[in-house]
């Protein structure tokens, strides 16, 4: 798409997204990180990767065994 296009649209496009750009409010990546790890240890606990499934909920359990004879 971008091939199709002339230098000067691609320049309008550009200029387009970093007007779009320039109005997200922007935060310092120390309290955004400090939020971020707030977060994730609140959701700790519903999180399956660390909680694990309960063996009667886990729709991936195995039915049966493997029997080699």
Same mark, same amino acid.
């Given at each position: 798409?971008?091939?199709?296009?002339?230098? /000067? &649209?691609?320049? +309008?496009? =550009?200029? !387009?997204?970093?007007? +779009? !750009?320039?109005?997200?409010?922007?935060?310092?990546?120390?309290?955004?990180? /400090?939020?971020?790890? !707030?977060?994730? =240890?609140?959701?700790?606990?519903?999180?399956?990767?660390? /909680?694990?499934?309960? =063996? &009667? +909920?886990?729709?991936? +359990? =195995? /039915?049966?065994?493997?029997?080699?004879?």
């Amino acid at each position: 798409m971008a091939q199709d296009l002339s230098e /000067k &649209d691609l320049l +309008k496009m =550009e200029v !387009e997204q970093l007007k +779009k !750009e320039v109005k997200n409010t922007r935060i310092p990546i120390s309290k955004a990180g /400090k939020e971020i790890k !707030e977060y994730v =240890e609140a959701q700790a606990g519903n999180d399956p990767f660390l /909680k694990g499934i309960p =063996e &009667d +909920k886990n729709p991936f +359990k =195995e /039915k049966g065994g493997c029997l080699i004879s």
